[in-house]
């Protein structure tokens, strides 16, 4: 780059190039006769010059405009004065010009004057990249908190999809759900034949390279709870260590639903409860969910059956009375009792024109026995009270007792058996751990009743 001492002289070198895109260019600058040398008692310096190196700066200022019509190269910035080659500093190249190459010096015409004063002014300040060349340093990544919301400043770029509305609509409708069956109950993207043999080469050549245990969950299905979360789309929380994280719908997924689906807003009032909602609570939902989990991904396998109806803990209630014997001081008495059926959730299930609905109850073994006894009673009173004598839409039911281990299911049998006798094929129990991990089981004979201790299948015709 010449300095304020100095003033460009262009000279262009031209060379043959078919592309028409490089050559050379080589400054020569007039020395100023008022400006001292470097060195005491010589001349002041020569013309010098700088050496040139391929650099392609098509686009850059008045030197792009002109490579449009010469093409051309920018030296380095390497003086070289003949002071120096007298004292031995910086020797000049002595190689001569490759063959078919000429230095000429540029004439300007009236049509090449605004280009050299463009390459002037070029010469005399640093080039300016174009901006589509800058590029932005990166920073280095933050990670996103894991149990608390980003400020508005860390959160990234987010937009609703369609995808991102069903698993918000899910979540609604299991209230409390981890993201291993979020990704189980989503419906599949719908792909092209080629589409799914691409994929499921893909799988094999990641299953052929794996190490370790396959992945449960999938990478986007992780990255768009985190982000809806951040955003306030759902909630989630951390029970305890070695367990996955449960996710719940947030205010702003249950106004998105609201205006989406049309749900009822009064339906979502439960989100409150479920910001605060205790362990305890959130457990026993997450037990209803792993049940509903398997019964939906079941039915996927059997065509025949058809799930009609699921309704949440706490839509279905009825009040029934019945007699029960009631210790006092003076003995035993029989008096009538007021009870509840309020089961955690109720689904139908059809084959053909007939239908069974179910009145499924998670047992965590916090339940007293004698509570779990007036449950039962009240059941029972429903059954024999509209479903015997044909007064409900029900014409047939079962409630199902979900356990932990199977000897709480065997303790719990022995409870039911003092309801009724004619309540032997009313009652029917299972051990989550039958179907966990395994779902289809659930569908398989792995059910006992008060009949006997043959297990049984959850629907005959299956």
Known sequence: MPNRHQRPQVLIRTSKNPNGLRGRVVGRFAPDLKRQSHYRETAPPQPSSYRCTAAPVSGVGGLGTLSRTLSFEVGSL?????????????????????????????????????????????????PRMPPDAIAIAPTPTKHLPRFRRASADERPA??????????????????????????????????????????????????ANAKGPPQRIKREIRRRLQLMYHHG??????????????????????EDLTLYYGIDRREIDWTTRSRESSERYIQHTLMVTRFRHAIEVSLRDLPALTLELWEPGGIFHAKVQYEDRVK????????????????????LLSHGAKGIHYFPEADRST??????????????????????????????????????????????????????PEAKNLFWFICEKAYLGNPRQIFEPTWQTLEDDTLKRLYDHV
Do not use: C
Not at 233 to 254: C, S
Not at 331 to 343: E, I, L, N, S, Y
């Open 233 to 254: 789309y759902v909630q989630r929380k951390k029970l305890a260590d070695g367990e996955p994280i449960a996710y719940t719908l947030g205010n702003k997924g249950a």
């Open 158 to 207: 987010f937009r609703l999809t369609d995808r991102d509305r069903a698993s918000l609509r899910i979540i609604f409708e299991n209230r409390w759900i981890t993201a291993e069956m979020l990704q189980d109950l989503l419906s599949p993207v719908p792909l092209t034949q080629r589409q799914q043999e691409a994929l499921s080469r893909l799988r094999a050549v990641k299953q």
């Open 78 to 126: 390497d003086f070289v004065t003949h002071a120096d080659e007298r004292h031995g500093q910086n020797p000049a190249p002595t190689t001569r010009p490759a063959k078919g190459k000429t230095s000429t010096f540029w004439q300007p015409d009236s049509l090449g004057i605004p280009r050299l004063l463009l390459m002037s002014n070029e010469l005399n300040r640093k």
């Open 328 to 347: 006092t001081r003076e003995g035993t008495r029989t008096q009538v009792v007021d009870g509840t059926v309020k089961p955690d959730s109720l689904f």
């Open 367 to 420: 339940m007293s026995n004698a509570r779990y006894l007036a449950k039962l009673k009240a059941y029972y009173a429903f059954w024999a009270t509209y479903v015997r004598d044909a007064k409900s839409p029900i014409k047939q039911m079962r409630v199902l007792t979900i356990t932990r281990s199977e000897e709480r299911k065997q303790n719990l049998r022995k409870i039911a058996g003092q309801v009724s």
